[in-house]
T-cell receptor
Framework: GEDVEQSLFLSVREGDSSVINCTYT??????LYWYKQEPGAGLQLLTY?????DMKQDQRLTVLLNKKDKHLSLRIADTQTGDSAIYFC??????????FGAGTRLFVKA | NAGVTQTPKFRVLKTGQSMTLLCAQDMNHEYMYWYRQDPGMGLRLIHY???????AKGEVPDGYNVSRLKKQNFLLGLESAAPSQTSVYFCASSYGARQETQYFGPGTRLLVL
């Protein structure tokens, strides 16, 4: 069935780059997303990529998509303590169905 | 412009009690969604609505009912709460079916004893 998997925890030092990885199973995905959740808050859309793209860059964020391996990554350059949060990978499989991963908790050490 | 708001923020229920969670959005969005978030799992869609007066089942609809009497409001009801419904509930809305524009509320934390 449809599934999105991501590692549960990542720790980096302030100023380093963070790379959060995600794998998905549905090859018919149309959109792939990265959401950020800060403590006590709802999810906030960070960025998304169409399935026909390989890369998307938005300021400090770079999204890479490898459709062959069904692998999505989010790179955060110059990671700051304010980037500490849970990051969710998600895929839209058509219609109204969005499959979310369990989230990667990013911890940034000062 | 408050975006998506949810009430209450936190609630404790006893098994068998009922309650209604309210979601409101002021962005004139057509589509609204209810998700639940459990530890170690991603969000799972409970019910959704594609417009005023319409609702549809999501991935985990059992034990929940919804209503969309007004475009700006989407209510989630638990008729007889069970401990398995202990979770954090998120409402979201979007302008269209392109889900890259979903906006989420802050969540309602529900504990069923």
């Amino acid at each position: 069935g449809e599934d999105v998997e991501q590692s549960l925890f990542l720790s980096v030092r302030e100023g380093d780059s963070s790379v959060i990885n995600c794998t998905y199973t549905d090859s018919s995905s149309t959109y792939l997303y990265w959401y950020k959740q800060e403590p006590g808050a709802g999810l906030q859309l960070l960025t998304y990529i169409f399935s026909n793209m390989d890369m998307k860059q938005d300021q400090r964020l770079t999204v890479l998509l490898n459709k062959k391996d069904k692998h999505l990554s989010l790179r955060i350059a110059d990671t700051q303590t304010g980037d500490s949060a849970i990051y969710f990978c998600a895929e839209a499989t058509g219609g109204f169905k969005t499959i979310f991963g369990a989230g990667t908790r990013l911890f940034v050490k000062a | 412009n408050a975006g998506v708001t949810q009430t209450p923020k936190f609630r404790v229920l006893k098994t068998g009690q009922s309650m209604t969670l309210l979601c409101a959005q002021d962005m004139n969005h057509e589509y609204m969604y209810w998700y639940r978030q459990d530890p170690g799992m991603g969000l799972r869609l409970i019910h959704y609505s594609v417009g005023e007066g319409t609702t549809a089942k999501g991935e985990v609809p059992d034990g929940y009912n919804v209503s969309r009497l007004k475009k700006q409001n989407f209510l989630l009801g638990l008729e007889s709460a069970a401990p398995s419904q202990t979770s954090v509930y998120f409402c979201a809305s979007s302008y269209g079916a392109r889900q890259e524009t979903q906006y989420f509320g802050p969540g309602t934390r529900l504990l069923v004893l």
